[in-house]
């Protein structure tokens, strides 16, 4: 078995989280054991909640159910998060919350400590109730936690990891639950009282999200200025990007370089690619490939995340891998084609912020998937020099998959293909 190791930007600090955290870990809760229990919050009494997620744009997205229970069981209750600079966007559009925390990453391990240190401090004069740490694996999210000194916290266990045993309320993370149902559970407190599994396949399992009508402006400005743009066709947009921390996640560039080809040449529609700005090298070279550059239009690096929004709003179906601009799309209301490999759509699954939202997953299930776990830091462990599980998906499936999701339709769906 081949292991592919992560090509990752946050490598240094995953490092130090794992070694130097699990030490940390072990020490404060040895120290903690000793300590008198905190005892389980009153509704009335809850005034002030933080959750933390560091990592994982989509995974921000798919906890905003969560923020909807908190609202609902805490209704005077504000919400505030604490994050990575990057992930600041996206917050932005849920109106529930308020104060947003943030950490820069980028700028090297001491810059990170020291701001990390004068957070927790700010942090502890807010004397919050109730803190719900998100992340799965990182012990660096518990340990903020302890030490920002809340009434009672929340946060997954695992085996071997110590980091749960920092929270007041340990919940096991379930691997054959949906992430949204984890976080939910999470928030429950109890393992004997699980949440009921139907809530994430409802028609407003995921909080819509909605841009200002400027950004819809702003990004349409956009398109016209683009040759390749026509006004009147409906809009397909195609992510073939997935985020640094599970770059293995990618369809391959030639395949998605085929679909171009073939949306271009057969169907009637505007052909949209999208992706940051570290991504438009690698969506260029992309587009090139695909030998109709003249008919794709490429917003890679060109409109913010709340313009992204907006062009999901108006997109009539987005193929995307495994990653954040799924979740994102699926919040806006934009009917997905979704490429699974690695990693499952049990746990990631697209769901659904409207009625007449459908989807349409792509997943092989091989005998060696998925091979990519939230608690292994989500390091690629394949049987073969490229995850098959990705290769097979074929183009030709992909579109036949557009072509139904083009297709007019009353009710919305989930529809997982086994892709031959």
């Given amino acids: ?3 592919t190791q992560p090509r990752r930007p946050y490598s240094v600090a995953l490092w130090i989280d794992r070694w130097i955290g ?19 919050l009153a509704s009335q009494d809850v005034e002030r909640v933080l959750l933390l997620k560091m990592w994982g744009m989509g995974s921000i997205v798919l906890a905003s159910p969560l923020f909807e229970q908190i609202r609902s069981k805490y209704p005077n209750a504000r919400i505030d998060f604490v994050t990575l600079n990057e992930n600041v966007a ?6 529930v919350l308020g104060k947003i925390f943030t950490i820069d990453l980028g700028r090297g391990i001491p810059h990170f400590l020291s701001a990390t240190i004068r957070m927790i401090l700010a942090i502890r004069r807010e004397r919050y109730d109730l803190i719900l740490d998100l992340e799965f694996f990182t012990r660096f999210s518990a340990i903020f936690s302890l030490f920002a000194r809340p009434r009672r916290s929340h946060g997954f266990s695992a085996k071997g990891k110590w980091r749960g045993r920092l929270h007041d309320v340990e919940v096991p993370f379930n691997a054959y639950n949906h992430v949204s149902l984890n976080f939910l559970d999470l928030f429950q407190g109890d393992p004997m009282d699980p949440v009921d599994s139907a809530i994430v396949a409802s028609a407003s399992a995921l909080p819509a999200i909605t841009a200002p009508e400027a950004c819809w402006e702003a990004c349409e400005r956009t398109l016209r200025e683009d040759a390749a743009f026509r006004p009147d066709e409906p809009i397909v947009v195609v992510n073939p990007n997935a985020g640094d921390m599970a770059l293995e996640r990618r369809w391959p560039p030639e ?3 085929e679909l171009l080809k073939h949306l271009c040449a057969q169907r ?4 949209v690619v999208t992706g940051s700005k570290s991504e438009r090298e690698y969506v260029e070279s992309v587009v090139h490939a695909s030998g109709v550059a003249h008919r794709i239009v490429n917003l890679a690096g060109r409109i913010s995340i709340a313009e992204l929004v ?40 697209p769901l659904r912020s409207r009625d007449e939202q459908r989807h349409a997953v792509h997943y092989m299930k091989l005998a060696c998937s998925p ?4 608690h292994d830091n989500k390091v ?41």
Wanted: hydrophobic share 50%.
């Fill in 22 to 40: 699990t030490a940390i870990c072990a020490l404060l809760a040895l120290a903690k054991k000793g300590l008198r229990a905190r005892k389980p």
């Fill in 90 to 95: 996206i917050l932005d559009l849920y109106p």
């Fill in 371 to 374: 091979c990519m776990f939230v």
């Fill in 380 to 420: 690629l462990s394949c049987w073969f020099a490229q995850a098959k599980c990705m290769t097979g998906i074929t183009p030709s499936a992909v579109l036949a998959s557009i072509d139904e999701l083009l297709a007019p339709a009353k009710v919305g769906t989930l529809r997982v293909i086994d892709t031959p």
């Fill in 1 to 3: 078995m081949r292991v």
């Fill in 255 to 257: 395949q998605v370089a």
């Fill in 310 to 349: 907006a062009l999901f709003e108006h997109a009539s179906v987005c193929v995307t891998n495994d990653s954040g601009p799924l979740h994102i799309a699926s919040a806006s209301g934009a009917s997905t084609v979704a490429l699974f490999g690695p990693e499952t759509p049990v746990l990631y699954g």
């Fill in 268 to 271: 009637t529609v505007n052909v």
